[in-house]
């Protein structure tokens, strides 16, 4: 059943180090971005001379980095004072960066297994736009073996005609910004929609047959409340999407919160402390599985895991090719990390001039390699140490012997024989246990 609506009883001040301060703890990729440099571009690029495994799946991911409106939480490359001409600028450019990359032979000849529109927002193109982007991207990549294409959309920027468009060109998983269903909520933390462009968005994309539809949640947004957060969990169940993601809310340096943070001398962001974001986000994890979902990963609940995968998740985790293409996106290529200048017009002018973008890039070790799928793996809540020892000759059992020995000891982890399992309070806060695992040298980057 749906968790009480009441609060909680009233509590002291969390202890500084629950407080919710500025910072990235995410851990979206490892080794941290700060350890990748300018310098190892040029070796970086020898990896696109090399001969593909023929095992390893290709991913595309195309950043479309234009907003309505930047929220105020926001830390990715965005622009919202964008023109028309200068979008088109932008499309332009991008098709070059892919008609460079497809002749590469690491490249060439290879269709992807997974292709993923992120942003900013790529429900912002227009109709025209997305069209003319995606068939010339299918003449280079043919989609025809992807078994996922997902999108993100922000619930204003969609029209029935605009989602007829994109149920048109293939995509298979629909991500839908929701992130609360409060209109003030919304306003206050710089959301362009409202909540009835939520419902109109949805109602329509679910009409006409997306194979999966994604809503986004974020817990801890400025004046959320238990009250609240009880009704967006009643509301997305009503919605019963087929999966669901929820963002426990945090403040890297880059945001608009932060700015006015350093402003007014405050060391702690005007949202939840951790463990009331850990606690909500634990509450609508029971409500959903109440109703029949299944827990994921540390953000994820879906419908039907049978029929409903995160493949772009998944195939990255596991060490597949990622090609970044789009302003300031970062990808791996037989491990090699890289990632594209994070300024539109040197992007522009890089690709103009015939170079591939690439503005810093890191080539990883064996045992980075191995660090990076054992922690980012973890998140999904279970691994097996036999698929290490398989592919790397490492035993994590052995290897991390002390941190697992401190996981189970906290009650947040389990080693039972083969497996490596995270309790539900271990998942909540499964980021902030991964720095453990880190490699020394990487360990003082941790919120980097």
């Not at 749906?2 to 969390?14: D, I, M, R």
């Not at 990549?141 to 060109?169: N, Q, S, Y």
């Not at 968005?201 to 957060?229: C, K």
């Not at 389990?414 to 497996?419: I, R």
Request: with cysteine; proline share 7%.
């Amino acid at each position: 059943m749906t968790p009480s609506t009441a609060a909680p009883p009233a509590q002291g001040p969390s202890p500084a180090s629950e407080q919710t301060a500025a910072g990235n703890y995410f851990v979206a990729n490892y080794p941290p971005f700060s350890f990748w440099t300018k310098d190892e571009v040029t070796p970086a690029l020898a990896v696109l001379e090399r001969t593909p495994d023929p095992d390893r799946p290709l991913g595309l991911y195309f950043h479309v980095p234009f907003c309505r409106k930047r929220c105020h939480f926001c830390y990715f490359r965005v622009y919202t004072d964008k023109n028309a001409d200068e979008i088109k600028g932008y499309l332009s450019a991008g098709v070059r960066e892919m008609e460079m990359l497809a002749a590469k032979p690491y490249i060439h000849g290879r269709k992807p297994q997974f292709i993923y529109f992120g942003g900013g927002t790529p429900s912002y193109l227009s109709v025209p736009q997305l069209t003319d982007l995606t068939n010339r991207m299918k003449d280079l990549f043919p989609w025809d073996e992807a078994v996922e294409v997902a999108f993100e959309a922000e619930p204003g920027t969609l029209t029935e005609k605009k989602l007829d468009a994109i149920r048109a060109l293939g995509i298979t998983r629909l991500s839908l910004g929701v992130e609360n269903f409060d209109d003030h909520i919304l306003e206050i933390n710089g959301r362009a929609h409202r909540s009835g462009e939520i419902e109109r968005a949805y109602s329509h994309a679910r009409s006409i047959g997306f194979p999966q539809i994604n809503i986004d949640l974020i817990a801890g947004m400025v004046e959320e409340t238990d009250a609240n957060w009880q009704l967006c969990i009643e509301k997305a169940l009503a919605l019963q999407p087929d999966s669901l993601t929820i963002y426990q809310m945090e403040i890297p340096y880059n945001t608009t919160i932060y700015k006015e943070m350093r402003a007014a001398g405050k060391l702690t962001a005007p949202v939840a402390d951790w463990p009331v974001k850990r606690r909500w986000v634990t509450e609508a994890f029971a409500a959903f599985e109440a109703a029949g979902y299944t827990v994921t990963s540390a953000t994820t609940v879906v419908r039907n895991p049978d029929t409903t995968k995160f493949v772009y998740r998944d195939s990255l985790w596991s060490g597949a090719d990622l090609l970044p293409l789009g302003v300031a996106s970062f990808g791996i290529l037989d491990g090699v990390h890289m990632q594209n200048h994070a300024d539109i017009l040197p992007y522009q002018m890089l690709v103009d001039s015939g170079r591939i973008p690439w503005f810093r890039a890191h080539e990883t070790t064996h045992e980075e390699r191995f660090v990076r799928e054992f922690i980012l793996r973890l998140k999904l809540g279970r691994v097996s140490a036999d698929y290490y020892i398989q592919r790397y000759g490492i035993d994590p059992r052995s290897r991390f012997a002390p941190q697992l020995a401190a996981l189970t000891a906290s009650g947040f982890g389990s080693v039972d024989g083969d497996s490596i399992s995270l309790t539900r309070d271990g998942l909540m806060q499964v980021d902030r246990l991964l720095h453990d695992f880190f490699l020394p040298q990487h360990r003082d980057a941790r919120y980097t």
